[in-house]
């Protein structure tokens, strides 16, 4: 199972339950210690015990694959809670430390499938959403970012509040490589890897073949044009890699000029004074300019295309997971 698959739960589990496999939810809601999987984590499985995605990192799938099962006979939610201090924590595998607390929704009967689809569309359009269920009322609902769950969108977090459980489900990640270079040819398959959606942007063709990057996004316009076509967002990061100031400079001023949680640029200390020069001259402030890594990448020594492509996934990463 790749990363793709981890992303698109809900998706599946909308498949299988159309498809008259049966499908149940299985989804992280509560975590103590060092559990393996954070909250929000989930894994659906279908009536005849077909599971995708992860709750445990495969400590306790096997049990939550049975109580899956059962909720598909029964039609009734339930709660399981597996720990270290339980009688049967070594049972199910949970030997790595931590206690999780895990909800199970068999679709079509706790989870509507229309509400169901409603998430589904919502992922689709790149709209974030947070699904929302009451533990003990068992109510349930869909809806967009308000000033009480915006704190959650900003970080990503889902959680409990009393007997809510709250399901972020932002918009997923996208990286633009601006730069059809050999770097790229490593780092889109890292990104993919991370999670996230990429797209490579580079207006001379003979570099962005399809050749060159089988299988891949590829848009042969000015990457001002792209990006506008596309639109930025602050789930959004970009690099730049021509070291061409032609093709770079329009990049740079889109991503300035939106929230993107980060912009990186190749080139040496020397290249990017010069870049600061002409970024200065078109009226960019330096609060503005300092928003750009340059040199892009973490300092970890790298040479070869692949290692810069590491370094750079890796900086994108911490940026991340400081927001």
């Known amino acids: 199972m790749n990363q793709a698959d981890f992303d698109r739960i809900p998706e599946i589990a909308l498949d299988w339950h159309r498809a008259g496999r049966g499908a149940a939810l299985a989804t992280v809601i509560e975590t103590w210690g060092s559990a393996p ?55 199910v595998g949970l030997a790595c430390g931590g206690t999780i607390r895990i909800l199970i929704e068999p679709v079509g ?25 009451d533990l003990e009322s068992w109510e349930r609902r869909i809806s967009g970012p308000d000033p009480s769950t915006q704190d959650r969108f900003r970080m990503n977090r889902s959680g409990l509040e009393g007997s809510r459980f709250f399901g972020i489900h932002n918009t997923p990640l996208r990286l633009f490589v601006v730069g059809a270079v050999h770097i790229a040819q490593a780092l889109l398959p890292m990104a993919r890897a991370c999670a996230y959606q990429p797209v490579l942007i580079d207006p001379r063709e003979a570099f962005g073949s399809a050749a060159r990057f089988p299988g891949e996004t590829i848009i042969h316009k000015w990457p001002d044009a ?30 300035l000029a939106s929230d993107v949680f980060y912009l990186g640029c190749l080139g040496s200390s020397r290249t990017h004074a010069k870049r600061v020069v002409r970024l200065r001259e078109t009226g960019r402030s330096d609060a503005e300019i300092a928003r750009i890594h340059a040199p892009v990448g973490l300092s ?24």
């Open 226 to 255: 792209a990006m506008a076509t596309i639109g930025l967002d602050a789930r959004s990061a970009v690099i730049t890699l021509t070291h061409d100031a032609k093709i770079d400079d329009p990049a740079i001023q889109a991503a």
């Open 37 to 91: 999987r954070p909250v929000g984590s989930q894994l659906v499985v279908s009536a005849s015990g077909e599971m995708m995605g992860s709750v445990s990192g495969g400590c306790v799938e096997g049990a939550v694959v049975e109580d899956a099962r059962d909720s598909l006979v029964d039609g009734k939610p339930r709660i399981l809670k597996f720990g270290v201090s339980d009688d049967d924590a070594f049972s």
């Open 109 to 133: 009967v706790a989870i509507p499938e229309a509400l169901l689809a409603q998430l589904v569309t919502a992922r689709s359009n790149r709209r974030p959403v947070v699904y929302c269920v």
């Open 300 to 323: 970890i020594g790298a040479r070869s295309p692949a290692e810069i492509a590491v370094s750079i996934m890796a900086e994108i990463t911490q940026e991340l997971r400081s927001l």
